[in-house]
């Protein structure tokens, strides 16, 4: 199976400016664990997830306050659609992150995060299971 395959196409775009606030209000709405932080002047594509909030939040910093920008990785590791899952799990083992930015050509077509390889082995592993 391939990452086109698993990956969510909703992608969340924010810009460096919003607050740590906004980004984690925009993910909860759209029931999203990432969002692509974009930042043309500057670094171009990032990414924060919820662990990054959660640690800034933890860390006794304010939501309200903290921008997307100082929390935002930007050494990212990019998917292709046609890498399969498991070049995928790799990279985010080495990596030691559960989110990817699938890219195709230089735009962000999708995400795939660990949930959504799971949901995809899952279900491979059952059938498999009860053939044998």
Excluded: K
């Excluded at 460096?16 to 990432?34: D, I, N, W, Y």
């Excluded at 692509?36 to 997830?49: A, E, Q, S």
């Amino acid at each position: 199976m391939l990452v086109r395959d698993a990956m969510t196409t909703v992608v969340l775009t924010i810009g460096p400016a919003h607050t740590l606030r906004q980004a984690a209000e925009l993910m909860s709405a759209r029931r999203v664990g990432a969002a692509v932080v974009l930042d043309p002047d500057t670094y171009g594509l990032g990414i924060l997830t919820e662990r990054d909030i959660l640690d800034a939040v933890g860390a006794g910093l304010s939501p309200d306050l903290e921008t997307a920008q100082r929390h935002t990785t930007t050494d990212v590791v990019f998917a292709a659609p046609q890498w399969t899952l498991e070049d995928a799990a790799a990279a985010m083992v080495r990596g030691g992150f559960r989110h990817l930015i699938v890219l195709e050509g230089n735009s962000p077509v999708g995400i795939v995060s660990v949930r959504d390889i799971v949901r995809c082995w899952v279900p491979a592993a059952l059938e498999t299971a009860t053939i044998n």
